[in-house]
Each structure stands twice: as C-alpha cells, then as structure tokens.
C-alpha cells in the first residue's frame, strides 16, 4: 500500500515539474487570443490557430495512462486461458476492448499534437495471442522513466496472476484489478490538480470518463469479490 | 480531494480479503436474450468516407435537410470536442442546440432549410439544453467555463471566474438570448433534467447531473469529495436539485441535494448479482466443502469497506404525469418516485453483467416499461464493430413491475460500423404513434436507428439513416448526439456536421396512417429527459392506424378488417346521427370482436377511439 502510495507522489511531483516546464509553451494562452483585427477569435477561428491549450502534465499523463492501460490489456488477455469464471470472462472482455480503444484514443491526441507515442502493444502479432505472453513483456518501458504508474501490478504481482488458475485467478484477478484502476483515479486527481491541465475538451472527457467508467467497475469488482467471499448461509437473492 | 473515493481505503479493503485456493466454479450462463443480428448485406455497410461528402444509407425515412454548423462553431478541419454540438430541446419553431463552445438557435419553421437565428458563444460543455417558457438553461461542466463565457478557458487550479453548474438565460427574444443567473454545483453539470410539479405551477425544478471529479471546497463552498464515512455532507451518492422560482429566476438555488445512491447494497434486481451469486454461491460451497476436507475453517469474512455504489447519476428522464424517473446512474439504473420533485426517492435499483455505463432512460408511454441505454466507452469509442459484443452497449428494456424492473431484452444498432466510427447506444426520444412504443435513437457515427420495442423482449428496427466514417483510418468524433421526435419531424443534432432534419417514409414497418396519426401530437415546448404523456386527439386517422396495425399482426380477420374501414370511410363521409349511429354499432362489434381476437388490447384501442369518435 504505502509502495503505491509512493508512487502517486512521485508521479504527482513529476506533474507538477511538468506543469511548471509548460510557461514557455507558446500554446498555454492564458487569456483569449486575439487576431490581427482586434475581434474576438470565434470558437472555430481558435480552434482552426490550434489555440486550445495543453500543458506537459496532459501529454505525460497520455503517456503514462498508455503504458497503464497496456498492462490492464495482458491482464484480460488471461482470462480466457486461466479457468476464470463467466462473470470474470465478461468483466475482462470489456476491459481488454475498452482499454484497447483508450489507448488508441491517447496515441491519436499525441500523434495530433506531435508529441512521443508510446506503443506498448506494438509486438502483439495478431491481437490474438495474450495468453502466450510472458507475464513480463507487457511490463516493458512503463514509461516516465521506467516507473510504475500508480495501481500497476508490480513484476512479482503479475508473475503472481500468471500462475494462479480458476477461483485463485479470479480473486486475485478482481484484487489486482481493483488497484490496477484505482491508480489510474489517482493519476486523473493528481492531473486535476496541475494548474492549466485538462483544459482541452478532449482531455477533460477522456479523463471524467476514465474517473466514472473506472470508479464504476471498481464498484463491479468489489461486488463481484464480496460475492465470493460472503458465506452461503446469508443467502443470496433469487 | 477532487476525486470521491479514498482509493487507499479500497485497496486496504480489498488487500485484506481473505482468499484461498478452491476448484474453479462455472457460472450458470445468463438466458440468451434477443439482438437484433446484422446482417451483411445491410446497406450501412461499407459507406464512403467524408466529412460533408461521405455515403449515406437511408431506410424508410426522407431526409428533409441538413445545415451545417454555424460559422462560429465550424472549423477548417474536425476539432474534436471543443466544437461538437451536443444535445437539442425545443421551443415552438425553435430548435436550441447544445455546443461545448455554446448554443446554436435553429429557426424550424421551414424544416427543409433551418436557419440559424442565433449563435452564442459560451465555452462551458456539455452545453445540455432544456427550456421552460421564457428560460433556457445550459449545462456547463469542464475546467475551461468562464462566468463571462469566454473561451480562453481558465487555468487556475481554484478560479473565482470559473463555471460549473447551471446558466439560466432569458429567450423571451429568442434571436438574442439573454444571460440573466447561474447556479454553481459541484461537480459541474454534465447533463441536466428540468422538473415540473402538477401540483406547483410557481417553481420548477432542476436535477443536475455532474460526472466529473468534485471542485474544491476552496473555489465552491460546502463541496466534498470524500466519502459519506469521512464526512456527512460529502457530494457523492447523492444529485442536486435546484430550485428555479418562475417569479424571479435570478434567484434559482440548490434546494436539496437527496442521497438518492446511498446504500445501495446488493443489486435488487437482474444481471450482475443473480448470474454472479449463484456462481459465488457454488463456489463458495465448494470451498467450503474443501475446506472441511482438509479440517480448515473457512475464514470470516472481512469488515465492510467504504460504502460502495454509483456516486452519481448520468441522465435522469422523468416522467411527471406517472410520478416516476428513470436514473441512469454508473453501475445501476435507478427507479424513482418523484411526486415531491424536491425530495425523489429510490424505489428500486436494477444491475446488468452486460451494461457497463447506464447513460439514459426512456418510458414507454403508458409507463409500462423503461428503455436504459449503456454507453460504453463514453461514446467517444467505436463500440459498435463486427468485433463487439452485441450486448454491450446496447438498450436494455424493463417492465416496471409493482415498482421494481423485470428485465425483458436487449436492442442495439443492428448495422456492424468501421473502428473510425464513434458508436454506441445515446440519446432518443419516443414517436408518438398511438398502439406502439416506437422510438428514434442516435448511436452517433452508426447513424439514426428507429425501432419497435412494444414487444420488449423482441425490439425490431424499422427505420434508420447512417451515414459513412467521417476519415477511413482515423477516428475523428462525429455522429449524432440525439435524435428527437418534435412535432412531426425527427430532428438529429450531429456533433460535427451539423443539424438534420427527417421525415418517416411510409412502409409495411409503419403506413402513412400511422405516421399521420404521430403528426397529431403536438407540443409547445419539448425538452426529452422531461418526458411528456403523450395523448392524441380524437380523429379518423387514429382509428386507421389502429386498423392498420391489427392487419399487420392478423389480429382479425382480413374480412372484418375490410368491413371496419368500410364503416369508418362511411361514417366519415356522413354528418350527425348518421355518423353516431354508425360508429356507435360498430363500437359495439368491436367489443364483441375484442373477445376473440389475438390482439384483443389493440381491438379495445380501435373500440375506444371509435367510441370517442362517436361522442365528438
């Protein structure tokens, strides 16, 4: 716990060294830009001047939430080939796509802005072969210097999952899970908290929907673990 | 802490479960519901690309015409979510639309070429729209809002400039709206729903839905983002209702902020908890079973975490004339009962293995059934792939059963889209044909679907429009973010191409009496989510879409049918107690052949309106 705690506060620290490098960046207007007729810009006149601001917090958080969501994709991609139950099949099958897609989101918001791309999928072959993975090779460049990004699985945790099967894999599945996602809440507050971050629309949705769609399945999982967990003899609803 | 959940008492909680090691246990698979399967020769498929010049697919509907974006909010190139238009309500010969970077007013009076009569520039998103009377309120939820609504954003971490919450605007001239008070929340305004009380013609009111983290207490005060546990007031769990007094509503407050998501346990209903319980249920015997083999106790089980559950709600329809609302709300959707709108209280709470997000809820007319819809992914992903489930992201429909939700089917898009088209279930309204529960759905870049669900467990496509991607290699966000029925057209808002216009195409799915009697309806003023009873005046054609219906589903005879439009075109064509005395008798044959038939609900319909007919 206190190791991820660590974490948060070294990544919060390297937002804020970020935010604080981004004075110079010509884009992070912090009043209106102004044409040469004096005008107000119209809404699409800012945007056609590629005047909406970022700051170095929003593009290290991409790329750190990139390497992030990699690990989540290994994670699911276990699923189908280490006995875990229906429930958790389902719950992982939307992970892998959703996590998938996100980081197809982030790479497009780099790639647009001409900022690094991390592509941590890239050796997958066909997409088809997760579970064929070592459990390390997911685990590679995690990006803002080799460091964890807060809630991801460490190497001796993810050798931990690899070699569970059945209910084991499931509980340890959902446990892991669960910190693997709230680290990426942590990430989302400690963005917030850099002045001038998240202020590109694009940004600020993508990260309220990683706070809700992940603060949601939080709740699923837990759920799911208390289900297990809860005795027979309290009886479960027909 | 902006963020709601201490995520170290999480994780604390969950570390501390106690596992181990048992025999894998199968999970009874759910029943197979019913989805509606692509199909591959569906003309959706394969549409060419373009912004304003991709292919389009069109199926018994007209498109009556589209307007681009006004010139404030139409950039040189795709701009993503800064520019994109978003929800629509509306007002007389108006439509407002919603724009993260404002409003556009729409002039409707010429559906075939809407004109822009004003717009206003207001960075805030999601730019939700509603209106009641003179007064138009807009949603404002990002860290960019201004209370002066620039659009140079704000980049202080606390800012006394900045909104979050509700602006009120007065559109008494509605080509120049006026911004006249503001109500600040505390996590903005994501979405919102306007309230009416039968019993309170002096107020209205206001359920703010906020999805984003919560704002500092520094910048709003009485804000918190930490849980009910740590402290009392906390924002979460709970949605805030703002009062908006008619007299003066410059002076619309934050009148109650009811904890409609507290203690939420066990799903109540359906999905999730059923399918994992009986599988946690086995396994746990299993391990218990293991357990005493090998002469262990079982562990007890572990101290209960923070509490846990949807911390807000996404959209909330309400249905005033049957007291109801529909809460979409993260993990669960929500029954409420809100004939005191001031103070809505949970009835009932429904869960789904297959809804990742519940986002929105419609109510079938006579408050029968409830439609949610899931989107997953935000609706900013392809979520509608050969590839994707059929299951996720879809509507699921309920029958509201003695205030609780008997599940009954899915719907979703039936057309497979590219991994560059945005997709998944979004906003709709009903079409107000009498005898059916049809609605119009947007599904952003997987077009507009129209379908059938007045038979929940089997939801059927009858109409829709789509066009292509709007890039074919990169995903750029486009598509439409509602599409509304209002007063005979559909209207769809598309976040980057602007604001179309359609009309339904008679087909065997819906004849032209059907469609005209949909045209009867009309409204003053429509905002969706304030869902109205729809009630159709008295009229012949009321009747023939009756008629028309029993002969689509042979709920009489093809004889009797004839011999009933024989006697409504003679009844029509006759005046006085001729006209009485002929709907009259065939009134009463009506009932007589509602015993016998196989749709006798609809017969009663047909007798009903035929009876009115009399009477008129």
């Given at each position: 716990m206190s190791k991820s705690t660590t974490r948060a506060a070294a990544l919060g620290a390297l937002l804020v060294a970020a935010a604080c490098s981004t004075?110079?960046?010509?884009?992070?207007?912090a009043t209106a830009p102004v044409p040469s007729n004096n005008a107000p810009m119209t809404p699409a006149q800012m945007a056609d001047a590629h005047a909406t601001p970022y700051t170095r917090a929003d593009v290290a958080f991409m790329q750190g939430m990139i390497h992030h969501h990699a690990q989540a994709v290994t994670m699911a991609g276990w699923v189908p080939t280490h006995g875990a139950s229906a429930p958790v099949k389902t719950l992982a099958g939307r992970i892998n796509v959703a996590q998938r897609d996100e980081i197809a989101f982030m790479q497009r918001w780099l790639r647009a802005r001409h900022e690094p791309t991390p592509?941590?999928?890239?050796?997958?072959?066909?997409?088809?072969?997760?579970?064929?993975?070592?459990?390390?090779s997911g685990m590679s460049g995690m990006g803002a210097g080799d460091t964890l990004m807060p809630g991801m699985l460490t190497p001796e945790q993810m050798k931990q999952l690899d070699a569970a099967r059945g209910a084991e894999f499931d509980r340890l599945f959902l446990t892991f899970m669960i910190q693997h996602h709230t680290g990426a809440l942590e990430m989302v507050q400690h963005l917030l908290a850099v002045?001038?971050?998240?202020?590109d629309a694009d940004v600020f949705r993508f990260v309220s929907d990683v706070n809700t769609d992940q603060t949601t399945e939080i709740d699923r999982m837990r759920k799911m673990l208390a289900a297990y967990d809860a005795?027979?003899?309290q009886g479960t609803r027909p | 802490m902006r963020l709601g959940y201490s995520s170290v008492a999480i994780a604390m909680g969950v570390l501390s479960a106690a596992g181990c090691a048992s025999s894998h246990a199968a999970a009874t698979p759910s029943p197979s519901p019913t989805v509606t399967q692509s199909s591959s020769?569906?003309?959706?498929?394969g549409l060419s690309a373009g912004w304003f010049n991709a292919g389009e697919a069109i199926w018994?509907?007209?498109?009556v015409s589209e307007n681009k974006p006004a010139p404030a909010f139409l950039p040189k190139s795709p701009a993503g979510l800064s520019l994109a238009n978003s929800d629509l309500t509306f007002t007389g010969n108006y439509a407002i639309q919603g724009n993260f970077s404002g409003f556009t007013v729409w002039d409707i009076s010429n559906p075939a070429h809407a004109t822009v009569a004003d717009a206003y520039v207001c960075r805030g998103?999601?730019?939700d729209v509603s209106v009641y009377k003179n007064l138009l309120f807009v949603s404002g939820e990002e860290l960019g809002g201004r209370l002066d609504c620039?659009?140079?954003?704000?980049?202080?971490?606390?800012?006394?400039?900045r909104l979050r919450g509700i602006r009120i605007f007065d559109i008494s001239d509605i080509r120049h709206p006026k911004y006249i008070a503001n109500v600040q929340t505390c996590?903005?305004?994501h979405t919102h729903t306007v309230v009416t009380d039968?019993?309170?013609?002096n107020n209205i009111y206001i359920y703010v839905s906020g999805s984003a983290p919560v704002r500092p207490a520094a910048e709003l005060a009485g804000c918190s983002g930490a849980t009910p546990q740590q402290?009392?007031?906390?924002?979460?769990f709970r949605i805030e209702v703002i009062q908006v007094p008619?007299?003066?509503?410059?002076?619309?407050?934050?009148i109650s902020k009811p904890d409609?998501?507290?203690?939420?346990?066990?799903?109540?209903?359906?999905g999730e908890t059923p399918a994992d319980s009986i599988a946690a249920a086995k396994l746990r015997a299993e391990r218990e079973a293991a357990a005493a083999r090998a002469g262990r106790t079982m562990p007890q089980r572990r101290p209960a975490g923070p509490p846990t559950g949807p911390v807000q709600c996404h959209d909330i329809t309400v249905y005033p004339a049957i007291g109801l609302a529909g809460g979409a709300c993260a993990g669960y959707g929500v029954l409420l009962d809100i004939r005191d709108p001031a103070h809505p209280r949970r009835l009932f709470a429904a869960s789904d293995t297959n809804f990742s997000f519940w986002h929105s809820a419609t109510f079938s007319n006579d408050g029968h059934k409830v439609l949610f819809s899931d989107e997953w992914g935000g609706g900013?992903?392809?979520?509608?792939?050969?590839?994707?489930?059929?299951?996720?992201g879809a509507d699921a429909i309920f029958t509201i059963d003695h205030d609780s939700l008997d599940f009954d089917g899915y719907y979703k898009l039936p057309a497979p889209q590219t991994q560059t088209e945005n997709c998944v279930a979004h906003n709709g309204s009903l079409i107000?044909?009498?005898g059916r529960d049809i609605m119009a759905q947007a599904w952003y870049q997987g077009g507009i679907s129209v379908f059938d669900w007045t038979d929940p467990a089997h939801p059927k496509e009858i109409a829709y429009f789509d066009r292509g991607p709007m890039n074919k290699d990169t995903l750029y966000l486009a598509g439409y973010w509602s599409a509304y029925w209002y007063n005979g057209h559909i209207y769809g808002s598309e976040i980057a191409r602007g604001f179309d216009v359609f009309d339904l195409a008679p087909s065997a799915n819906l004849t032209q009496n059907e469609i005209d009697a949909a045209k009867l309806v009309h409204f003053d003023?429509?905002?969706?989510?304030?869902q109205p009873k729809l009630v159709w005046p008295t009229a012949f054609v009321v009747a023939r879409a009756y008629v028309d219906q029993l002969t689509r589903d042979n709920g009489l005879s093809s004889a009797r049918l004839s011999a009933v439009s024989d006697a409504l075109n003679r009844a029509e064509k006759a005046s006085g107690a001729d006209r009485t005395s002929t709907l009259a008798q065939l009134a009463t044959q009506l009932d007589n052949d509602a015993q016998s038939s196989s749709d006798s609900r609809r017969v009663k319909l047909l007798a009903g309106e035929v009876r009115a007919l009399a009477a008129k």
């Open positions: 004075a110079a960046r010509p884009s992070s207007a592509d941590p999928l890239a050796h997958e072959m066909s997409g088809h072969d997760m579970a064929g993975m070592s459990g390390m002045p001038g971050a998240a202020q005795s027979s003899h | 020769t569906d003309a959706r498929v018994n509907l007209k498109k998103s999601q730019s620039g659009i140079q954003g704000d980049t202080a971490t606390v800012s006394p400039e996590r903005g305004s039968p019993n309170d013609p402290d009392p007031n906390s924002e979460l008619l007299a003066n509503p410059a002076k619309a407050h934050v409609i998501l507290a203690h939420l346990g066990a799903v109540e209903h359906h900013t992903q392809p979520r509608c792939r050969a590839t994707d489930d059929p299951h996720w107000p044909v009498p003023q429509l905002n969706v989510q304030d």
